[in-house]
């Protein structure tokens, strides 16, 4: 069963920054894939940003030009670097990692989330 560590959220003010961090480990195949993913206080689960083993990156336009996601999916370690902060960005982040059985099975496994508040 897949584990996640995640750490750095926590309460930040707006125009602020905060890092998260994930590292993943006991997954029996190897991830493609890291990323983050958020739910505010009623509102539906939605994509943050993730990154590939290739370094390929892709954000939501939310978050475009002020988040930046970094990590090392071979190492399974994923981070978030959020910039600029709003407070629309309240919300518990998920640190996800995608990967695919040798039977070419895909999977996600998702952590079990860490919050992030932006208040003045």
């Known amino acids: 069963q897949v584990q996640f560590v995640e750490s750095g959220g926590g309460l930040v003010q707006p125009g602020g920054s905060l890092r998260l961090s994930c590292a993943a480990s006991?997954?029996?195949?190897?991830?493609?894939?890291m990323g983050w993913s958020r739910q505010a206080p009623g509102k539906q689960h939605e994509f943050v940003a993730h990154?590939?083993?290739?370094?390929?990156?892709n954000y939501a336009d939310s978050v475009k030009g002020r988040f930046t996601i970094s990590g090392d999916i071979a190492k399974n370690t994923v981070y978030l670097q959020m910039n600029k902060m709003q407070l629309e960005d309240t919300a518990v982040y998920y640190c996800?990692?995608?990967?695919?059985?040798?039977?070419?099975?895909?999977?996600?496994?998702w952590g079990q989330g860490t919050q992030v508040t932006v208040s003045s």
């Open positions: 990154i590939t083993n290739g370094g390929y990156t």
């Open positions: 996800n990692a995608r990967g695919a059985t040798t039977g070419g099975s895909e999977f996600t496994s």
């Open positions: 006991g997954s029996s195949f190897p991830f493609y894939a």
